[in-house]
């Protein structure tokens, strides 16, 4: 993967599962509800300066968001940040740059 390219689509693993519950109050803020449901399905990432991560999330019944996590280089401190939701998302929607 080039730097700045965004990668081919990948099944979320346990890693990326992990990124996503600990994203989930922040995308509840973010929807103004909570889930039930939060449950990564599959994701993309891009190389910048650290890791941007599209993640499908299953939130219940026929509803997807995808969500845009910024995880920071670890020289500047590292950490993990959600920059961008998008919500009314179905299970074929791709993923896609937001």
Request: glycine content about 12%; hydrophobic content about 30%; some cysteine.
């Amino acid at each position: 993967m080039l730097c700045g390219g965004i990668g081919e689509s990948a099944p979320a693993d346990e890693a990326i599962q992990t990124i996503c519950q600990s994203m989930k109050p922040h995308a509840e803020g973010k929807a103004g509800r909570s889930y039930d449901v939060f449950n990564a399905i599959s994701y993309k990432k891009q190389l910048v300066s650290g890791t941007n991560y599209f993640i499908k999330v299953h939130v219940g019944g026929d509803d997807h968001v995808h969500l845009r996590v910024y995880e920071k280089l670890a020289c500047n401190g590292g950490g993990l940040e959600l920059s961008d939701m998008k919500q009314s998302k179905s299970h074929h929607d791709p993923i896609e740059y937001f």
